[in-house]
């Protein structure tokens, strides 16, 4: 049995999971609405507010899809009650972040600012100038969207200088020793 597909779902208050005949799943939450097709092999079950997933038979495939399609159906859940957050810090002289609405300008050492438009259901926001928070129901979604932020210039090993991600670790390297 796979350790992450065998653990049931607890469906919170609030919430409500739909299965279509095409075992495609719905979860509706006050922070939005999340869809994912399920494998049509993997069954979900719902008894009262516990959901669970179960699998034919034991073998390879099956057990890979019973736990993914297990974590995937719990990020949903996880995403339209509470939420999902990136944190993004810049390290630089002059480096800075504005959120305006929709919209996140980056100012990162470029000859231009860098502007991003956020998709439907992420919010960018800026605590401070060298911090930006990427928010958002899709986990998905939200942490793509933190990587193509970090992407813009990725933090080098001399001075560390760049777009880190908060608790990341930067290997950093000595330079040059003089002759």
């Known amino acids: 049995m796979s350790r992450i597909g065998k653990l049931p779902i607890t469906v919170p208050a609030g919430v409500t999971v739909t299965v279509d005949e095409n075992n495609l799943v719905t979860v509706k939450g006050p922070k939005g609405t999340l869809s ?3 494998n049509p092999n993997i069954t979900l ?3 009262g507010n516990i959901l669970t997933l179960e ?3 034991d073998a390879k495939p099956h057990k890979a899809m019973h736990g993914l399609y297990r974590a995937l159906v719990h990020n949903m859940v996880v995403g339209v009650t509470d939420g999902f957050t990136k944190t993004l810090e810049m390290v630089g002289t ?3 972040a504005n959120a305006e609405g929709k919209t996140l300008t980056i100012n990162i050492g470029f ?6 438009e956020a998709p439907e259901g992420i919010t960018y926001e ?4 060298t911090t930006i928070v990427v928010k958002g129901a899709n986990k998905q979604q939200v942490g793509n969207l933190a990587a193509d932020i970090r992407a813009i210039r990725k933090p ?3 001075l560390g200088k760049g777009i880190k991600y908060q608790n990341e670790h930067i290997r ?3 330079g040059k020793t003089g002759k």
Do not use: A, F, I
């Open 172 to 174: 950093r390297k000595e």
């Open 55 to 57: 699998r034919p038979t």
């Open 156 to 158: 080098e090993p001399y």
């Open 45 to 47: 079950k719902q008894e």
């Open 36 to 38: 994912q097709q399920v």
């Open 126 to 129: 800026t605590p401070n100038q």
């Open 94 to 96: 002059g480096y800075r």
């Open 111 to 116: 000859s231009h600012p860098v502007v991003l």
